[in-house]
């Protein structure tokens, strides 16, 4: 069995702007994923009509390896829509430190009750993973086909 490669270096997010987007565009999952994540440059399109939507590329030190985007649903409800990382910077860790990230970033609101997350049935990985941070299955949605998730902060 390979050893799972951690990476090095500094994880950030910053801010996506006019000097960043092209970057965060460009970035992708793998072919077998892509039916579990929207594209980027969509996320972006729809963060330009949507000011309240908060956009974040993930950084590994000074170059952009993953997108974030949430949605403040109401004073006291966040929304991940979008969490990505490139196919070429999976499962080294990064994801996790970002989500860590994120996770904070978001909890600053002191009238926030809760953040929700939703995926795929047929992604377990994403299950997993989010449970890993604290988010519970609560419910299903029938419009989108994708199970709710949620922590309470």
């Known amino acids: 069995?390979?050893?799972?490669?951690?990476?090095?270096?500094?994880?950030?997010?910053?801010?996506?702007?006019?000097l960043n987007y092209e970057a965060i565009c460009d970035l992708d999952v793998s072919k077998e994923q892509q039916d579990f994540v929207a594209c980027n440059m969509?996320?972006?399109?729809?963060?330009?009509?949507?000011?309240?939507?908060q956009t974040r590329g993930i950084y590994l030190d000074n170059e952009p390896v993953g997108f974030f985007m949430w949605v403040p649903e109401s004073k006291c409800h966040v929304s991940i829509w979008r969490f990505m990382i490139d196919k070429k910077f999976q499962t080294q860790g990064i994801g996790r430190q970002a989500m860590r990230l994120a996770i904070d970033e978001i909890k600053r609101d002191e009238e926030l009750a809760f953040i929700e997350i939703c995926y795929c049935p047929k992604n377990t990985?994403?299950?997993?993973?989010?449970?890993?941070?604290?988010?519970e299955e609560y419910g299903f949605d029938e419009e989108d086909g994708e199970y709710l998730a949620k922590l309470t902060v």
């Open 42 to 53: 969509w996320s972006l399109v729809e963060s330009h009509y949507n000011a309240h939507y």
């Open 125 to 135: 990985l994403a299950k997993d993973f989010y449970a890993s941070f604290g988010f």
């Open 1 to 18: 069995m390979e050893a799972k490669k951690e990476f090095e270096g500094l994880v950030s997010l910053r801010p996506v702007t006019h």
